[in-house]
DNA sequence: CCTAGAAGGCTAATGCCGTTAGCTATAAGC
DNA sequence: GCTTATAGCTAACGGCATTAGCCTTCTAGG
Protein backbone atom coordinates (compact mmCIF):
# COMPACT_ATOMS: atom_id res chain seq x y z
CA UNK A 1 0.00 0.00 0.00
CA UNK A 2 1.14 3.40 -0.98
CA UNK A 3 2.18 6.11 1.86
CA UNK A 4 0.43 8.35 3.22
CA UNK A 5 3.42 11.39 2.58
CA UNK A 6 3.42 12.96 5.97
CA UNK A 7 5.68 15.39 6.93
CA UNK A 8 6.68 17.77 10.35
CA UNK A 9 4.78 20.40 8.79
CA UNK A 10 1.84 18.49 7.84
CA UNK A 11 1.53 16.60 11.58
CA UNK A 12 1.85 20.53 13.37
CA UNK A 13 -0.77 21.78 10.87
CA UNK A 14 -3.06 19.03 11.47
CA UNK A 15 -2.89 19.14 15.14
CA UNK A 16 -3.26 22.74 15.49
CA UNK A 17 -6.49 22.03 13.57
CA UNK A 18 -7.68 19.10 15.24
CA UNK A 19 -7.05 21.48 18.44
CA UNK A 20 -9.23 24.55 17.10
CA UNK A 21 -11.88 21.88 16.42
CA UNK A 22 -12.05 19.63 20.04
CA UNK A 23 -9.71 21.60 22.48
CA UNK A 24 -6.58 21.86 23.06
CA UNK A 25 -6.76 19.76 26.16
CA UNK A 26 -9.10 17.41 24.23
CA UNK A 27 -6.18 16.76 21.29
CA UNK A 28 -4.67 13.14 21.95
CA UNK A 29 -2.21 11.30 19.95
CA UNK A 30 -4.73 8.98 18.57
CA UNK A 31 -7.08 11.21 17.61
CA UNK A 32 -4.84 13.22 15.29
CA UNK A 33 -3.53 9.78 13.49
CA UNK A 34 -6.94 8.75 13.12
CA UNK A 35 -7.30 12.27 11.42
CA UNK A 36 -4.30 11.58 9.17
CA UNK A 37 -5.04 8.14 7.89
CA UNK A 38 -2.34 6.41 9.85
CA UNK A 39 -1.77 4.78 13.02
CA UNK A 40 -1.21 6.19 16.42
CA UNK A 41 2.74 5.22 16.84
CA UNK A 42 3.55 6.59 13.35
CA UNK A 43 3.15 10.02 14.47
CA UNK A 44 6.65 9.08 16.48
CA UNK A 45 8.37 9.79 13.35
CA UNK A 46 7.65 13.36 13.03
CA UNK A 47 7.31 14.58 16.17
CA UNK A 48 9.13 12.83 19.66
CA UNK A 49 6.29 13.02 21.91
CA UNK A 50 3.11 14.52 23.11
CA UNK A 51 4.63 17.87 24.38
CA UNK A 52 6.84 18.10 21.72
CA UNK A 53 3.19 18.13 19.11
CA UNK A 54 1.93 20.77 21.59
CA UNK A 55 5.10 23.16 21.29
CA UNK A 56 5.06 22.94 18.01
CA UNK A 57 1.27 23.76 18.18
CA UNK A 58 2.65 27.04 20.32
CA UNK A 59 5.27 28.39 17.65
CA UNK A 60 3.06 28.16 14.71
CA UNK A 61 -0.20 29.40 16.35
CA UNK A 62 1.91 32.61 18.07
CA UNK A 63 3.38 33.55 14.49
CA UNK A 64 0.35 33.03 12.91
CA UNK A 65 -1.04 35.47 16.04
CA UNK A 66 1.62 37.81 15.33
CA UNK A 67 0.73 37.79 11.91
CA UNK A 68 -2.73 38.73 12.78
CA UNK A 69 -2.02 41.73 15.19
CA UNK A 70 0.44 42.99 12.92
CA UNK A 71 -1.74 42.72 9.94
CA UNK A 72 -4.43 44.59 11.82
CA UNK A 73 -2.23 47.47 13.29
CA UNK A 74 -0.60 48.26 9.89
CA UNK A 75 -0.61 51.68 8.79
CA UNK A 76 -3.17 52.85 11.53
CA UNK A 77 -2.06 54.63 15.11
CA UNK A 78 -3.96 55.64 18.08
CA UNK A 79 -7.52 54.92 18.63
CA UNK A 80 -7.54 53.22 15.26
CA UNK A 81 -4.89 50.96 16.12
CA UNK A 82 -5.60 49.60 18.92
CA UNK A 83 -9.83 49.17 17.81
CA UNK A 84 -8.47 47.33 14.83
CA UNK A 85 -5.56 45.17 16.94
CA UNK A 86 -7.59 44.24 19.72
CA UNK A 87 -10.52 43.57 17.20
CA UNK A 88 -8.14 41.37 15.34
CA UNK A 89 -7.52 39.48 18.46
CA UNK A 90 -10.26 38.76 19.52
CA UNK A 91 -11.72 37.33 15.70
CA UNK A 92 -8.31 35.64 15.92
CA UNK A 93 -9.14 33.78 19.15
CA UNK A 94 -12.66 32.93 18.67
CA UNK A 95 -11.75 31.60 15.42
CA UNK A 96 -8.26 29.53 16.95
CA UNK A 97 -9.92 28.58 20.29
CA UNK A 98 -7.79 25.66 20.28
CA UNK A 99 -4.47 27.31 18.76
CA UNK A 100 -4.51 30.16 21.69
CA UNK A 101 -5.00 27.64 24.49
CA UNK A 102 -1.38 26.07 23.21
CA UNK A 103 0.48 29.51 23.15
CA UNK A 104 -0.74 29.97 26.19
CA UNK A 105 0.41 26.70 27.52
CA UNK A 106 3.47 26.74 25.80
CA UNK A 107 7.05 27.01 28.40
CA UNK A 108 10.06 28.29 26.97
CA UNK A 109 12.82 25.63 26.85
CA UNK A 110 15.81 27.27 26.36
CA UNK A 111 17.34 30.45 24.88
CA UNK A 112 17.17 29.15 21.47
CA UNK A 113 13.46 28.38 22.25
CA UNK A 114 11.22 29.30 18.63
CA UNK A 115 8.83 30.52 20.89
CA UNK A 116 11.07 33.56 22.29
CA UNK A 117 11.11 35.16 18.62
CA UNK A 118 7.14 34.33 18.47
CA UNK A 119 6.52 36.05 21.55
CA UNK A 120 8.64 39.01 20.71
CA UNK A 121 6.91 39.44 18.03
CA UNK A 122 3.37 40.08 19.75
CA UNK A 123 5.16 42.11 22.27
CA UNK A 124 6.31 44.43 19.21
CA UNK A 125 3.20 44.84 17.50
CA UNK A 126 1.15 45.76 20.92
CA UNK A 127 4.26 48.03 22.06
CA UNK A 128 4.19 49.83 18.29
CA UNK A 129 0.33 50.21 18.81
CA UNK A 130 1.08 52.12 22.36
CA UNK A 131 3.68 54.17 20.51
CA UNK A 132 1.00 56.00 19.21
CA UNK A 133 0.03 57.57 22.07
CA UNK A 134 2.57 59.38 23.33
CA UNK A 135 2.90 57.91 26.67
CA UNK A 136 5.65 58.77 29.01
CA UNK A 137 8.23 56.06 28.87
CA UNK A 138 7.98 55.14 32.38
CA UNK A 139 4.58 54.07 31.74
CA UNK A 140 4.67 51.80 28.58
CA UNK A 141 5.63 48.97 30.20
CA UNK A 142 2.47 48.96 32.87
CA UNK A 143 0.37 50.28 29.49
CA UNK A 144 1.19 47.08 27.67
CA UNK A 145 0.82 44.63 30.52
CA UNK A 146 -2.96 46.24 31.04
CA UNK A 147 -3.40 45.95 27.46
CA UNK A 148 -2.42 42.69 27.12
CA UNK A 149 -4.15 41.33 31.07
CA UNK A 150 -7.67 43.31 29.24
CA UNK A 151 -7.38 42.10 25.67
CA UNK A 152 -6.31 38.18 27.70
CA UNK A 153 -8.92 38.29 30.11
CA UNK A 154 -11.72 39.08 27.91
CA UNK A 155 -10.48 36.84 25.04
CA UNK A 156 -10.11 33.55 27.47
CA UNK A 157 -13.89 34.61 28.84
CA UNK A 158 -15.40 35.00 25.74
CA UNK A 159 -13.66 31.91 24.69
CA UNK A 160 -14.95 29.88 27.98
CA UNK A 161 -18.56 31.27 27.62
CA UNK A 162 -18.21 33.24 30.63
CA UNK A 163 -20.41 35.89 29.69
CA UNK A 164 -23.68 35.65 30.01
CA UNK A 165 -25.86 37.24 27.69
CA UNK A 166 -24.56 36.97 24.54
CA UNK A 167 -25.89 39.80 22.81
CA UNK A 168 -24.08 42.57 23.70
CA UNK A 169 -20.80 41.25 24.14
CA UNK A 170 -19.74 42.80 21.01
CA UNK A 171 -20.98 46.05 22.88
CA UNK A 172 -18.73 45.39 26.00
CA UNK A 173 -15.89 44.76 23.78
CA UNK A 174 -16.31 48.05 22.02
CA UNK A 175 -17.45 49.68 25.33
CA UNK A 176 -13.75 49.09 27.12
CA UNK A 177 -11.59 49.80 24.15
CA UNK A 178 -13.30 53.21 24.19
CA UNK A 179 -12.35 53.16 27.91
CA UNK A 180 -8.83 52.55 27.27
CA UNK A 181 -8.45 54.60 24.72
CA UNK A 182 -9.53 57.65 26.41
CA UNK A 183 -7.96 56.77 29.23
CA UNK A 184 -4.41 56.53 27.48
CA UNK A 185 -5.01 59.79 25.86
CA UNK A 186 -5.71 61.79 29.43
CA UNK A 187 -2.08 60.11 29.99
CA UNK A 188 -0.10 62.12 27.86
CA UNK A 189 3.05 63.44 29.92
CA UNK A 190 3.12 66.70 28.52
CA UNK A 191 0.09 68.74 30.53
CA UNK A 192 -0.40 68.92 34.12
CA UNK A 193 -2.50 65.41 34.55
CA UNK A 194 -1.41 65.17 38.16
CA UNK A 195 -5.71 64.47 39.84
CA UNK B 1 -6.60 -2.27 60.77
CA UNK B 2 -8.25 0.84 61.32
CA UNK B 3 -10.27 3.23 58.99
CA UNK B 4 -9.05 6.65 57.48
CA UNK B 5 -11.92 8.08 58.38
CA UNK B 6 -12.33 10.27 55.08
CA UNK B 7 -15.42 11.95 54.04
CA UNK B 8 -16.31 13.87 51.25
CA UNK B 9 -15.80 17.40 52.44
CA UNK B 10 -12.22 15.94 53.53
CA UNK B 11 -11.59 14.51 50.06
CA UNK B 12 -12.49 17.94 48.21
CA UNK B 13 -10.47 20.16 50.59
CA UNK B 14 -7.17 17.88 50.19
CA UNK B 15 -7.97 17.46 46.03
CA UNK B 16 -8.29 21.43 46.43
CA UNK B 17 -5.14 21.89 48.71
CA UNK B 18 -3.26 19.14 46.45
CA UNK B 19 -4.42 21.29 43.32
CA UNK B 20 -2.55 24.09 44.73
CA UNK B 21 0.61 22.22 45.13
CA UNK B 22 0.65 20.33 41.83
CA UNK B 23 -1.37 22.43 39.63
CA UNK B 24 -5.46 21.71 38.83
CA UNK B 25 -4.24 19.67 35.66
CA UNK B 26 -1.60 17.78 37.62
CA UNK B 27 -4.00 16.85 40.32
CA UNK B 28 -4.66 12.93 40.16
CA UNK B 29 -6.52 10.70 41.47
CA UNK B 30 -3.52 7.95 42.57
CA UNK B 31 -1.83 11.28 43.46
CA UNK B 32 -4.58 12.46 46.22
CA UNK B 33 -5.56 8.99 47.58
CA UNK B 34 -1.62 8.30 48.14
CA UNK B 35 -2.06 11.79 50.28
CA UNK B 36 -4.98 10.29 51.98
CA UNK B 37 -2.86 7.40 52.83
CA UNK B 38 -5.59 5.40 51.09
CA UNK B 39 -6.09 2.95 47.90
CA UNK B 40 -7.11 5.06 44.60
CA UNK B 41 -10.38 3.19 44.19
CA UNK B 42 -11.28 4.46 47.79
CA UNK B 43 -11.72 7.26 46.77
CA UNK B 44 -14.72 6.73 44.64
CA UNK B 45 -16.76 6.21 47.49
CA UNK B 46 -17.08 10.02 48.16
CA UNK B 47 -16.79 11.24 44.51
CA UNK B 48 -18.22 9.95 41.77
CA UNK B 49 -15.17 10.21 38.83
CA UNK B 50 -12.43 12.50 38.26
CA UNK B 51 -14.42 15.19 37.06
CA UNK B 52 -17.25 15.05 39.55
CA UNK B 53 -13.97 15.62 41.95
CA UNK B 54 -12.88 19.03 39.49
CA UNK B 55 -16.57 20.31 39.96
CA UNK B 56 -16.68 20.06 43.85
CA UNK B 57 -13.26 21.43 44.24
CA UNK B 58 -14.45 24.65 41.77
CA UNK B 59 -17.53 24.70 43.89
CA UNK B 60 -15.44 25.16 47.00
CA UNK B 61 -12.97 27.05 45.16
CA UNK B 62 -15.46 29.68 44.18
CA UNK B 63 -16.99 30.45 47.37
CA UNK B 64 -13.70 30.84 49.34
CA UNK B 65 -12.90 33.09 46.12
CA UNK B 66 -16.51 34.88 47.19
CA UNK B 67 -15.70 35.00 50.49
CA UNK B 68 -12.30 36.60 50.13
CA UNK B 69 -13.32 39.38 47.83
CA UNK B 70 -16.83 40.15 49.84
CA UNK B 71 -14.41 40.65 53.14
CA UNK B 72 -12.01 43.47 50.77
CA UNK B 73 -14.63 44.98 49.89
CA UNK B 74 -16.72 45.51 52.83
CA UNK B 75 -17.04 49.03 54.26
CA UNK B 76 -15.21 50.51 51.67
CA UNK B 77 -16.11 52.70 48.61
CA UNK B 78 -14.90 53.93 44.92
CA UNK B 79 -11.24 53.65 45.03
CA UNK B 80 -10.66 52.10 48.34
CA UNK B 81 -12.84 49.04 47.68
CA UNK B 82 -11.08 48.86 43.93
CA UNK B 83 -7.94 48.48 45.17
CA UNK B 84 -8.71 46.19 48.03
CA UNK B 85 -10.92 43.92 46.31
CA UNK B 86 -8.53 43.76 43.63
CA UNK B 87 -5.52 43.27 45.52
CA UNK B 88 -7.41 40.45 47.66
CA UNK B 89 -8.22 38.87 44.52
CA UNK B 90 -4.67 38.64 42.98
CA UNK B 91 -3.45 37.32 46.31
CA UNK B 92 -5.74 35.07 46.21
CA UNK B 93 -5.02 33.43 43.00
CA UNK B 94 -1.26 33.52 43.82
CA UNK B 95 -1.88 31.77 46.78
CA UNK B 96 -4.12 29.29 45.26
CA UNK B 97 -3.65 28.66 42.01
CA UNK B 98 -5.34 24.96 41.70
CA UNK B 99 -8.39 26.35 43.28
CA UNK B 100 -8.55 29.17 40.42
CA UNK B 101 -7.57 27.03 37.28
CA UNK B 102 -10.62 24.65 38.96
CA UNK B 103 -13.42 27.72 39.00
CA UNK B 104 -12.02 28.70 35.36
CA UNK B 105 -12.58 24.74 34.16
CA UNK B 106 -15.66 24.12 35.90
CA UNK B 107 -18.46 23.91 33.47
CA UNK B 108 -22.23 24.66 34.55
CA UNK B 109 -24.55 21.33 34.52
CA UNK B 110 -27.73 22.24 35.12
CA UNK B 111 -30.02 24.90 36.76
CA UNK B 112 -29.64 23.39 40.44
CA UNK B 113 -25.77 23.51 39.89
CA UNK B 114 -24.27 24.92 43.04
CA UNK B 115 -21.78 26.44 41.36
CA UNK B 116 -24.17 28.86 39.63
CA UNK B 117 -24.84 30.51 43.24
CA UNK B 118 -20.96 30.28 44.04
CA UNK B 119 -20.22 32.64 40.52
CA UNK B 120 -23.62 35.23 41.51
CA UNK B 121 -21.56 35.89 44.81
CA UNK B 122 -18.58 36.68 43.34
CA UNK B 123 -20.44 38.81 40.65
CA UNK B 124 -22.47 40.61 43.62
CA UNK B 125 -19.60 41.48 44.84
CA UNK B 126 -18.14 43.25 42.04
CA UNK B 127 -21.01 44.55 40.96
CA UNK B 128 -21.60 46.13 44.66
CA UNK B 129 -17.79 47.58 44.04
CA UNK B 130 -19.03 49.47 41.23
CA UNK B 131 -21.85 51.00 42.77
CA UNK B 132 -19.72 53.41 44.10
CA UNK B 133 -18.66 54.60 41.23
CA UNK B 134 -22.03 55.88 40.43
CA UNK B 135 -22.27 54.99 36.68
CA UNK B 136 -24.62 55.16 34.18
CA UNK B 137 -27.45 52.18 34.45
CA UNK B 138 -26.59 51.01 30.96
CA UNK B 139 -22.96 51.35 31.78
CA UNK B 140 -22.71 49.18 34.58
CA UNK B 141 -22.88 45.87 32.52
CA UNK B 142 -19.85 46.65 30.59
CA UNK B 143 -18.14 48.04 33.42
CA UNK B 144 -18.09 44.99 35.05
CA UNK B 145 -16.85 43.01 32.17
CA UNK B 146 -14.37 45.26 31.60
CA UNK B 147 -13.41 44.54 35.56
CA UNK B 148 -13.65 40.45 35.00
CA UNK B 149 -11.32 41.06 31.67
CA UNK B 150 -8.68 42.90 33.62
CA UNK B 151 -8.37 41.33 36.62
CA UNK B 152 -8.60 37.89 34.84
CA UNK B 153 -6.14 38.72 32.75
CA UNK B 154 -3.68 40.09 34.87
CA UNK B 155 -4.36 36.72 37.33
CA UNK B 156 -3.80 34.28 35.18
CA UNK B 157 -0.98 36.15 33.19
CA UNK B 158 1.02 36.54 36.42
CA UNK B 159 -0.14 32.99 37.69
CA UNK B 160 1.11 31.73 34.54
CA UNK B 161 4.42 33.70 34.91
CA UNK B 162 4.14 35.48 31.35
CA UNK B 163 4.99 38.98 33.47
CA UNK B 164 8.83 38.87 32.32
CA UNK B 165 10.24 41.36 34.62
CA UNK B 166 8.97 40.14 38.18
CA UNK B 167 10.52 43.16 40.01
CA UNK B 168 7.77 45.89 39.28
CA UNK B 169 4.39 43.93 38.58
CA UNK B 170 3.67 45.35 41.73
CA UNK B 171 3.67 49.12 40.44
CA UNK B 172 2.26 47.86 37.02
CA UNK B 173 -1.01 46.22 38.80
CA UNK B 174 -1.17 49.65 41.00
CA UNK B 175 -0.78 51.61 38.24
CA UNK B 176 -3.71 49.88 36.13
CA UNK B 177 -6.21 50.09 39.14
CA UNK B 178 -5.32 53.61 39.00
CA UNK B 179 -6.10 54.14 35.16
CA UNK B 180 -9.37 52.07 35.85
CA UNK B 181 -10.42 54.18 38.94
CA UNK B 182 -9.67 57.74 36.94
CA UNK B 183 -11.43 56.37 33.58
CA UNK B 184 -14.73 55.29 35.78
CA UNK B 185 -14.16 58.61 37.96
CA UNK B 186 -14.29 60.83 34.53
CA UNK B 187 -17.30 57.76 33.15
CA UNK B 188 -20.32 59.42 35.51
CA UNK B 189 -23.78 60.64 34.12
CA UNK B 190 -24.44 63.38 35.78
CA UNK B 191 -22.18 66.59 34.03
CA UNK B 192 -20.76 67.10 30.86
CA UNK B 193 -18.37 64.17 30.33
CA UNK B 194 -18.52 64.33 26.25
CA UNK B 195 -15.11 64.79 24.95
C1' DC C 1 -23.92 -6.42 75.33
C1' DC C 2 -24.84 -8.29 70.94
C1' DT C 3 -26.21 -8.36 66.56
C1' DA C 4 -27.57 -6.77 61.83
C1' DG C 5 -26.77 -3.73 58.32
C1' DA C 6 -24.85 0.13 56.15
C1' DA C 7 -20.71 1.81 54.45
C1' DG C 8 -15.51 2.54 53.90
C1' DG C 9 -11.64 0.29 52.51
C1' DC C 10 -9.25 -3.33 49.83
C1' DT C 11 -7.59 -6.37 45.62
C1' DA C 12 -8.19 -7.64 40.95
C1' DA C 13 -9.24 -6.57 36.46
C1' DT C 14 -10.57 -3.66 32.23
C1' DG C 15 -9.76 -0.25 28.81
C1' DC C 16 -7.75 3.88 27.09
C1' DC C 17 -3.63 6.58 26.21
C1' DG C 18 1.23 7.77 25.48
C1' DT C 19 5.28 5.65 24.35
C1' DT C 20 9.00 2.23 22.77
C1' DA C 21 11.02 -1.71 20.17
C1' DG C 22 11.54 -3.98 16.27
C1' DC C 23 9.91 -5.33 11.68
C1' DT C 24 8.51 -4.36 6.80
C1' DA C 25 7.82 -2.11 2.82
C1' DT C 26 8.31 2.05 0.21
C1' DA C 27 10.51 5.79 -1.97
C1' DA C 28 14.64 8.03 -3.57
C1' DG C 29 19.56 8.17 -5.13
C1' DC C 30 23.51 5.89 -7.43
C1' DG D 1 18.16 -2.18 -10.96
C1' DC D 2 20.12 -2.08 -6.44
C1' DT D 3 20.87 0.01 -2.16
C1' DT D 4 19.75 2.60 1.65
C1' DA D 5 17.25 5.69 4.51
C1' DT D 6 12.89 5.95 6.45
C1' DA D 7 7.59 6.11 6.90
C1' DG D 8 4.51 3.25 8.53
C1' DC D 9 3.12 -1.04 10.79
C1' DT D 10 2.22 -4.55 14.84
C1' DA D 11 3.11 -5.89 19.47
C1' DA D 12 3.95 -4.74 23.95
C1' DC D 13 4.62 -1.94 28.40
C1' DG D 14 3.29 1.25 32.01
C1' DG D 15 0.31 4.61 33.94
C1' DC D 16 -4.09 6.31 34.39
C1' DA D 17 -9.32 6.39 35.53
C1' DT D 18 -12.77 3.38 36.45
C1' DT D 19 -15.64 -0.87 37.85
C1' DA D 20 -16.75 -5.27 40.23
C1' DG D 21 -16.77 -7.76 44.06
C1' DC D 22 -15.11 -8.86 48.68
C1' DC D 23 -14.23 -7.95 53.49
C1' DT D 24 -13.95 -5.47 57.48
C1' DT D 25 -15.22 -1.85 60.43
C1' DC D 26 -18.16 1.28 62.59
C1' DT D 27 -22.97 2.22 64.21
C1' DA D 28 -27.90 1.70 65.34
C1' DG D 29 -31.49 -1.05 67.53
C1' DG D 30 -32.80 -4.66 70.22
Redesign the pocket.
Known sequence: ??????DRATVIAAGAALADEVGFTGL???LLAERLG?????L???VA???DLGHRIAVLALNEFADAIRDAIQGRAGREALVSGAHAMRRWVLEHPGRYAAGNAAVVTGSDDPLLPAIQRVLTSWSAMLHGYHLDPGQEIHALRMLRSILHGFATLEAAGSFQIAADIDDSFTWMLDFIDHGLNANQPDPLTAR
Open positions: MPRAGLSMGVRTPSYKHSQA
